[in-house]
């Protein structure tokens, strides 16, 4: 199972995320196009608030 997100606010505004139950991880793509993976949920977080 995979649950899609997509941010309404904050730093990452208009990216989708993706988190796949069966990996653990969290994938990120920006408006711009990147693509970022994260496997903890702190980071991933930290990534779409503060955008670093």
């Known amino acids: 199972m995979i649950d899609v997100l997509i941010a309404t606010h904050g730093a990452q505004e208009g ?3 993706q ?3 069966s990996t653990h991880k969290w ?3 920006t408006k711009q ?3 970022r993976t994260y496997s903890d949920v702190v980071s991933y977080a930290r990534y779409m608030t ?3």
Request: hydrophobic share 40%; aromatic share 20%; net charge negative.
């Open 15 to 17: 990216a989708q995320a």
């Open 50 to 52: 503060r955008g670093y």
């Open 33 to 35: 196009g990147l693509e």
């Open 19 to 21: 988190f796949d139950h």
């Open 27 to 29: 994938t990120v793509w």
